[in-house]
Nanobody
Framework: QVQLVESGGGLVQAGGSLRLSCAASGIIFSINDMGWYRQAPGKQRELVAT???????NYADSVKGRFTISRDNAKNTVYLQMNSLKPEDTAVYYC?????????????WGQGTQVTVSS
């Protein structure tokens, strides 16, 4: 079993910044892709950003140029630096990791962290 623990959410004003962290723990062989997703009220969960084990990144168009995803493989941790935040960024943010364990490769999710951006 793998656990992803998120931190860093909060309330900020438009134009502000937050950095989210998500650390994976457990008996882990390796972690492939990691990513961040978000879900706003009344909307489906959407992809925000992903990063491969080699560091290749992908971003939703809505966050390009404002958000940066990174990872520390030694710590099994993925980060999301969120700059120039907008009210429409308000959502619960979830981290995701494709983790290889004794049971094989499976996707795991964090508990979610609330990000609220006020105007």
């Amino acid at each position: 079993q793998v656990q992803l623990v998120e931190s860093g959410g909060g309330l900020v004003q438009a134009g502000g910044s937050l950095r989210l962290s998500c650390a994976a723990s457990g008996i882990i062989f390796s972690i492939n892709d990691m990513g961040w997703y978000r879900q706003a009220p009344g909307k489906q969960r959407e992809l925000v950003a992903t990063i491969t084990s080699g560091g290749s990144t992908n971003y939703a168009d809505s966050v390009k140029g404002r958000f940066t995803i990174s990872r520390d493989n030694a710590k099994n941790t993925v980060y999301l630096q969120m700059n120039s935040l907008k009210p429409e960024d308000t959502a619960v943010y979830y981290c995701n990791a494709d983790v290889r364990t004794i049971l094989g490769e499976h996707a795991y999710w964090g508990q979610g962290t609330q990000v609220t951006v006020s105007s």
